[in-house]
Nanobody
Framework: QVQLVESGGGLVQAGGSLRLSCAAS????????MGWYRQAPGKQRELVAT???????NYLDSVKGRFTISRDSAKSTAFLQMNSLKPEDTAVYYC??????????WGQGTQVTVSS
């Protein structure tokens, strides 16, 4: 079992920054990748960014150059640094952890609201 706890969401003006954190606990040894999805009202959930244990990253095209995903050295916490935020980034952001044993775990979600 893996538990994910997110923090760092909130309200920010366009052009501002936020940093999301996702702390994993439990069977963290089984995690090989972590990432973030987001879902805006009335829209499909989309994958924003992922980072593997080896440090490989992938990003949604619309956030490239603005968002940076990283993990701490213990590989138990993932971060999403979001800069130059736009109103269209407004969504609930969900942390994910992909494991070799059970599959994907999801966090509870954190709201990010960007005002124009």
């Amino acid at each position: 079992q893996v538990q994910l706890v997110e923090s760092g969401g909130g309200l920010v003006q366009a052009g501002g920054s936020l940093r999301l954190s996702c702390a994993a606990s439990g069977s963290i040894f089984s995690i090989y990748a972590m990432g973030w999805y987001r879902q805006a009202p009335g829209k499909q959930r989309e994958l924003v960014a992922t980072v593997t244990t080896g440090g490989s990253t992938n990003y949604l095209d619309s956030v490239k150059g603005r968002f940076t995903i990283s993990r701490d050295s213990a590989k138990s916490t993932a971060f999403l640094q979001m800069n130059s935020l736009k109103p269209e980034d407004t969504a609930v952001y969900y942390c994910i952890a992909d494991t070799r044993t059970v599959g994907r775990y999801w966090g509870q979600g954190t709201q990010v609201t960007v005002s124009s």
